[in-house]
């Protein structure tokens, strides 16, 4: 586990804010990890807040200003640059994506991914599908379906062919609700998905959970079963 620098943001809801942005591995192998996700402890006068629940109170301005200060927190590390670094990335910054461009390509040796958010895909129009079809165009740039198999991460998403989606996410809930009732149907989910895209299991808590994904090709894992994996950025 990796921790970027800290910073601080006020909020119309929340007011002054602390956040913590940390890296968490995304294992190719039990021993390989190409890619990293960036999570976020938010911290309100010594309060932790719910992720989910602070960012569903953030206005279009503040998600953009929040998000080109965890691009910029990113870059100041040379040491990530080995790493894919996945970014979850709502619909307010998806509208005003052509102010990160600029700083995007001005740091063209660092790589994301944009983990566009299943409560985010029916609200794309026009405008929104082809600024996603202008990032998919970037050499650094890949675009994640977040969390399939909720809310409105399904099939028809997966394959309609709107979005150039290079890996999918399959959410923790899915995982574990198929775990101990049908493996048979989980691998055969897993091997259809990871036919056209590379995909990410979340929810890896045990070597059960690592020696049965590791059977079935192109899928990555993510969980707290690495939660102390030590990214080489460390050193």
Not at 65 to 93: A, G, H
Not at 103 to 112: A, G, K, V
Not at 197 to 219: A, M, R
Request: hydrophobic share 40%; with cysteine; charged share 20%.
């Amino acid at each position: 586990m990796h921790s970027l620098n800290q910073f601080t943001i006020n909020t119309a809801v929340w007011g002054e804010v602390n956040i913590a942005p940390r890296l968490e591995a995304i294992m190719t192998t039990i021993n390989d990890c190409d890619n990293a996700e960036l999570l976020c402890t938010i911290v309100q006068q010594g309060n932790v807040i719910s992720p989910a629940v602070f960012f569903q109170y953030l206005s279009e301005y503040e998600h953009v200003q929040l998000f080109r200060l965890i691009l910029s927190n990113i870059i100041k590390e040379p040491k990530n640059r080995q790493y894919r670094i996945s970014i979850n990335t709502p619909i307010d910054v998806i509208r005003h994506f052509s102010e990160f461009f600029p700083l995007i390509n001005s740091f063209d040796h660092q790589r994301y991914a944009l983990e566009i958010l299943e409560n985010d895909i029916n609200k794309f129009g026009h405008f929104e599908l082809k600024v996603l079809e202008k990032i998919s165009k970037s050499p650094n740039v890949d675009l994640w379906l977040d969390d399939f198999g909720t809310n409105q991460s399904n099939f028809d998403i997966v394959n309609s062919n709107k979005i150039a989606f290079s890996k999918i996410k399959v959410s923790k809930e899915l995982f574990w609700a198929l775990l101990p009732e049908d493996l048979v149907f989980l691998d055969g989910l897993l091997r259809y998905l990871s036919k056209k895209h590379d995909v990410i299991v979340e929810g890896i808590e045990l070597n059960k959970h690592v020696q049965y994904i590791s059977n079935i090709p192109n899928v990555l894992m993510q969980g707290y079963y690495f939660s102390q994996t030590k990214l080489s950025v460390n050193a």
